[in-house]
């Protein structure tokens, strides 16, 4: 009695989706290397300090936004689980 798949076959399938999925990957990490991310022409990460002087009011910023975040995230898992 032949069954539906021989297990010859069976492995050829398995080989052939396994050397695809590692060409993919492959090609996406080639592309993901080769993106730019930041175009960074008016070096303005640089001179951030320059933009806005106030430190203590961009930390204290920060932190709302940071508390902000918190909140969303345990409204979140709360509603999840």
């Given at each position: 009695m032949?069954?539906?798949?021989?297990?010859?076959w069976t492995n050829v399938i398995i080989l052939i989706?396994?050397?695809?999925?590692l060409l993919y990957g492959i090609i996406m990490t080639v592309l993901l290397k080769n993106?730019?991310?930041?175009d960074n022409k008016n070096n303005y990460y640089k001179d951030f300090s320059k933009v806005d002087p106030n430190v203590d009011q961009?930390?204290?910023?920060?932190?709302?936004?940071?508390?902000?975040?918190?909140?969303?995230a345990k409204a979140?898992?709360?509603?999840e689980y």
């Open positions: 032949a069954t539906l798949l021989d297990t010859t989706c396994t050397i695809i999925g993106s730019k991310v930041s961009r930390i204290s910023l920060m932190i709302e936004v940071a508390g902000h975040v918190e909140r969303g979140f898992l709360y509603a």
